[in-house]
Every structure is written in C-alpha cells, then in structure tokens.
C-alpha cells in the first residue's frame, strides 16, 4: 500500500487545514485508516481514525471537536479537517493504514504515507 499525505500549509491560530491521504495498492475498502502527528522532539501520537467503511471514528483528546476525520472509497481518499487550530497543532502529520481493527499504537500501524507539515503561528 502507498499513501500520499498532502494539504499541510502554515495557517494563523484559528484557523482551518483539511489533508487529505491518497492510498493505493490494495483495496482501500479493507483498510482501516488514521492520522498520526509528530511534533519536533516528540514522540509520534495518534490524532484520528477510521474503521473501514467510516462508520466509526476515534479521536485523541487533544483534537476532539475540532478535528473531524472521513473517507471516500470510492475516491480511494482518507481527510482530516482541521478547525479552531492551534499552536500546539504544529507537527508533521502522517497518514497510516492498519490491516484488521484499528489500534492507535504507532508500532501496530501496517503502512505510513510520507508526512505533510502543518504550521499554526499564534
């Protein structure tokens, strides 16, 4: 499986980002995907994920109610729309595909896509 993170930018404190994550390889369909992020000197945490048809999703503390994850099959395309950023949002962020029921440990993630640098500036 590739994935294909893209739609980082540097946006003002309150400001919106939507990524999107482009995989393929394998049925998109089968995977269950999610969103990682990695600030400088920090370790990789998990942000957001999806099950497999994206009738259920799951958010990290930090983000919930202002990040809101998706996916269309049919466009083989994950999203993550960012709302109401902020400083502490900065990081690189990464998608990632699990074969089977998600588990948001990065060491239990199959794929990872290249990351997308998102820059909130207070």
């Known amino acids: 499986v590739q994935l294909q993170a893209s739609g980082g930018g540097l946006v003002q404190a309150g400001g919106s980002l939507r990524l999107s994550c482009a995989a393929s390889g394998r049925a998109f369909g089968s995977l269950e995907m999610g969103w990682f992020r990695q600030a400088p000197g920090k370790e990789r945490e998990f942000v957001a994920a999806?099950?497999?048809?994206?009738?259920?999703?799951y958010y990290s503390d930090s983000v919930k109610g202002r990040f809101t994850i998706s996916r269309d099959n049919a466009r083989n395309t994950m999203y993550l729309q960012m709302n109401s950023l902020k400083p502490e949002d900065t990081a690189v962020y990464y998608c990632?595909?699990?074969?089977?029921?998600?588990?948001?440990?990065?060491?239990?993630?199959?794929?990872w896509g290249k990351g997308t640098q998102v820059t909130v500036s207070s």
């Open positions: 999806i099950n497999w048809n994206g009738a259920s999703t």
């Open positions: 990632a595909a699990r074969i089977g029921l998600w588990k948001p440990s990065p060491s239990d993630i199959d794929y």
